[in-house]
């Protein structure tokens, strides 16, 4: 039995390196970056999105010096934040000549309203979100 449950085990792991090695040599990772002001969802971002390269922060007063430093290929971002209006920072972000092409998905716990893509967004998640349906609007996007 435990020779069985070792293999089993090791197998995984052998098959998890295998489509590693994959996605490392034929599709490269792509980078999302997540902007929230929720301690638990910048926990949980790296965790939902394992498909992808996560940086997930809070600092969104600085969000044109992380997208320098990370390049992302997707940028989620929450609309109501303690610190600074996400809509702004997407008006920011689109309005930035080097990352206007960088797609942005805005985050809402509240009502999704029309005029949100004013500011530039490329799509609008109502919060609490379903994972694969927003792995699937992110992968439209980027891929």
Same mark, same amino acid.
């Given at each position: 039995?435990?020779?069985?449950?070792?293999?089993?085990? /090791?197998?995984?792991?052998?098959?998890?390196?295998?489509?590693?090695?994959?996605?490392?040599?034929?599709?490269?990772i792509k980078?999302?970056?997540?902007?929230?002001?929720?301690?638990?969802?910048?926990?949980?971002?790296?965790?939902?999105?394992?498909? %992808?390269?996560?940086?997930?922060s809070?600092?969104?007063?600085?969000i044109?010096?992380?997208?320098e430093k990370?390049?992302?290929?997707?940028?989620?971002?929450?609309?109501?934040?303690?610190?600074?209006?996400?809509?702004?920072?997407?008006?920011?972000?689109?309005?930035?000549? /080097?990352?206007?092409?960088?797609?942005?998905?805005?985050?809402?716990?509240?009502?999704?309203?029309?005029?949100? %893509?004013?500011?530039?967004?490329?799509?609008?998640?109502?919060?609490?979100?379903?994972?694969?349906a927003?792995?699937?609007?992110i992968?439209?996007?980027?891929?």
């Amino acid at each position: 039995m435990e020779v069985s449950i070792y293999w089993s085990i /090791k197998s995984k792991q052998y098959y998890q390196y295998l489509f590693y090695l994959y996605r490392l040599i034929w599709k490269p990772i792509k980078k999302l970056l997540f902007i929230d002001d929720e301690p638990s969802l910048l926990e949980l971002a790296p965790l939902m999105f394992d498909e %992808y390269e996560v940086l997930a922060s809070n600092a969104a007063g600085s969000i044109l010096n992380l997208i320098e430093k990370f390049n992302p290929d997707i940028i989620l971002l929450d609309i109501f934040m303690r610190m600074g209006g996400g809509l702004d920072i997407c008006q920011t972000i689109k309005s930035h000549p /080097k990352y206007a092409s960088i797609p942005v998905l805005l985050m809402t716990a509240g009502t999704i309203k029309e005029e949100f %893509y004013q500011y530039g967004a490329d799509g609008i998640i109502e919060k609490p979100f379903d994972t694969p349906a927003v792995m699937m609007q992110i992968s439209s996007l980027i891929e």
